[in-house]
């Protein structure tokens, strides 16, 4: 039975051997505790000690079974699989299926294909009975997903039929759980499978977890860049529509007693003993600059 269920169950046996020990005419725990007959108390322990570890050890023992411990590296071979596993890299699907083509991996490092042994006539039928389409998922040039479609014709019918199929190929232990509408799902120590009804066939997928980790870690990094680069982008776009500082400076000469406004440059650099800045036109003039000639 699922582990809830079997956890309320212990539940119901807890306050049924609470009403156990009452009919039984054991006296209270905290009497036991303060009685000074130290032969009772051990008498009544001893009977009640199994009791109590048996019933409030199931909940625990019911939980560890409900528990898929396995590793991809622990899964064997599987007829249902074809020949495919995850963890294969792209040369070892070209040797399974020599049809089968891949693009380029996107910015995340991820490469997706679909073989289909269904359709496509130039792919040896007999190989593949009763399967109708794989999906494969590439991280990095190793298989991270991998989903099998069977057709109508395969040899079992229902999600149940299949995940015990299944579960007996590869070992599976645990209890499976509702996936979406119609599906199953295991989630073992560092894979998760799937079994749902498409098309009216069974299908199959089997995940590696890590790689979705993986994949989210790399499009959050990429936001993050993409974040900085604009942001940084809005700062250069505001620098550049801030006036120019020496552009709008009024610089004096005090050799030649000349100033030369704002955006009027000097035909030669004035030697830095010689310059000097004014804020104002009204400032250069009331210090009896003029403005150079070359300024009118």
């Avoid at 054991?26 to 036991?32: A, C, E, V």
């Avoid at 020496?246 to 004096?252: N, S």
């Amino acid at each position: 039975m699922p582990w809830k269920e079997s956890l309320e169950h212990s539940y119901i046996e807890q306050e049924s051997l609470t009403r156990l020990l009452f009919h039984l005419n054991f006296p209270p725990i905290d009497h036991l505790m303060s009685t000074r007959n130290p032969g009772l108390r051990s008498t009544v322990f001893r009977q009640i000690v199994p009791l109590v570890v048996l019933v409030f050890l199931r909940p625990v023992q019911v939980f560890a079974q409900s528990q898929c411990a396995q590793k991809l590296s622990d899964l064997p071979a599987a007829a249902e699989l074809f020949g495919f596993h995850i963890g294969m890299t792209k040369d070892d699907v070209k040797n399974l299926v020599p049809q089968t083509q891949f693009g380029k991996a996107d910015e995340f490092g991820v490469v997706k294909t679909t073989i289909n042994p269904y359709f496509d006539t130039r792919i040896d039928k007999t190989k593949f009975a009763g399967v109708r389409s794989i999906s494969l998922d590439f991280l990095d040039d190793r298989l991270t997903s991998l989903w099998i479609g069977y057709d109508e014709t395969y040899k079992v019918h229902t999600t149940d039929e299949f995940i015990k199929q299944i579960s007996g190929s590869l070992h599976l232990t645990g209890t499976w759980s509702s996936w979406k509408s119609k599906g199953q799902q295991l989630r073992c120590g560092d894979f998760q499978i799937i079994v749902s009804m498409v098309a009216g066939g069974p299908s199959v997928r089997i995940l590696d977890v890590s790689a979705d980790d993986i994949v989210a870690a790399r499009r959050l990094a990429k936001e993050e860049r993409d974040e900085a680069k604009e942001a940084g982008t809005d700062r250069e776009v505001m620098s550049s529509s801030e006036p120019d500082a020496e552009a709008t400076k009024i610089v004096g000469d005090r050799h030649d007693k000349v100033y030369y406004s704002a955006g009027c440059t000097p035909s030669k650099p004035i030697e830095e003993k010689n310059k000097v800045v004014f804020a104002t036109v009204e400032e250069a003039e009331k210090n009896g600059f003029k403005l150079a000639k070359s300024c009118h």
